[in-house]
């Protein structure tokens, strides 16, 4: 049995899952990465402020199927082959940004979403792209100090491209406070 980490980082049961490997989606799991999605959103029930989460809209299985087409829809997959996470990414201009990651809830803190990001990191690199980015929250434990443990930084206002600053004023129209968010970034061939 193994659980979700309390709001200290501790894990209460150590066991996790065995064998696991990242590999490109496949179309046929596009449906199984959706409710991966909710599983995971579980996690926002600890943080009151943000417990609305735990019920939000999930990335649909149309656009998963579109990124696993371009090559930049991941899983990670335990030794049965039984997807456990997802990281689905995009490449825009030089970067590879990743739109959404998530682990799903009974299989989080056991190191399932470094290795994608880290697989992520790898294929940016082997594209010779740029950067790696993102947007996520700035105060969320699994969020953004957990990517800047992972080596990415927050963009300053002045440092936004206009990619970013046209996503981050659509996450603010569709509630995501602008207050709450940050947009980072990993320079990858530097
Ligand atoms: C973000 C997410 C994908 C990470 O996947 P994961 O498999 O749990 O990741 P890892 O086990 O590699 O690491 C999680 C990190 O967050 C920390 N963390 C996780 N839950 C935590 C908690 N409740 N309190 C404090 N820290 C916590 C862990 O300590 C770990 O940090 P470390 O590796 O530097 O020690 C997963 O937590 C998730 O799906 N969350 C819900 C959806 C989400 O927030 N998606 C990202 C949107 S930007």
Redesign the pocket.
Known sequence: MVT??????APLVKNGPTGVTIRLARNDEAETLCQIERS??Q??R?IEAFSWLSVGDVQSAETHRRLTAAGTNWVAADGSGRPL?FLSAEVADEDLHIC????SHL??????????IEHAIENAAARGLEAVT????RT????CP?YE?LGFRILEDGEFSPRLTDLMDREDADGLSRDTRCAMRLDVNA
């Open positions: 979700q980490l309390p709001l200290d980082g995971a959103a996690a926002f600890l996470g959404e990651i998530s682990v299989h989080q803190g056991f190191g399932l979403g470094r290795k994608l993102l947007t996520t929250f969320i434990p699994w969020n957990f443990r």
